[in-house]
């Protein structure tokens, strides 16, 4: 059963830094495309950033462009998003979700994780 769990949300800073983990199971990992997305309270969830099946191809948010990396580790199954220099508006409900697709695309994905929360105070 396909499976993704995320991980290393938390309490932060205006400024401060978090890194999010998300590992998965029970599918081909290398054969999806992975991104971030989050949602807000009384907000719908937006995509945060993508990532291509090898990694050579990302796509990010312009609210987080310059601030925020996804990567990702095919051996490992698991897929990052480093937060750097978070704001109190990147308060989330952070979840990784996962396509079976070649291009990095913004809508349309097929598994997703249960979340992790990222609070950011000013």
């Known amino acids: 059963q396909e499976q993704l769990v995320e991980s290393g949300g938390g309490l932060a800073q205006a400024g401060d830094s978090l890194r999010l983990s998300c590992q998965a199971s029970?599918?081909?990992?290398?054969?999806?495309?992975m991104a971030w997305f989050r949602q807000a309270p009384g907000k719908e969830r937006e995509f945060v950033a993508g990532?291509?099946?090898?990694?050579?191809?990302?796509d990010y948010a312009d609210s987080v462009k310059g601030r925020f990396t996804i990567s990702r580790d095919n051996a490992k199954n698991t897929v990052f998003l480093q937060l750097n220099s978070l704001k109190p508006e990147d308060t989330a409900i952070y979840y990784c979700?996962?396509?079976?697709?070649?291009?990095?695309?913004?809508?349309?994905?097929?598994?997703w994780g249960q979340g992790t929360q990222v609070t950011v105070s000013s």
């Open positions: 990532i291509s099946r090898r990694g050579a191809n990302t």
């Open positions: 979700a996962a396509v079976n697709t070649i291009k990095v695309v913004q809508t349309g994905y097929h598994y």
């Open positions: 029970g599918l081909s990992f290398s054969s999806y495309v």
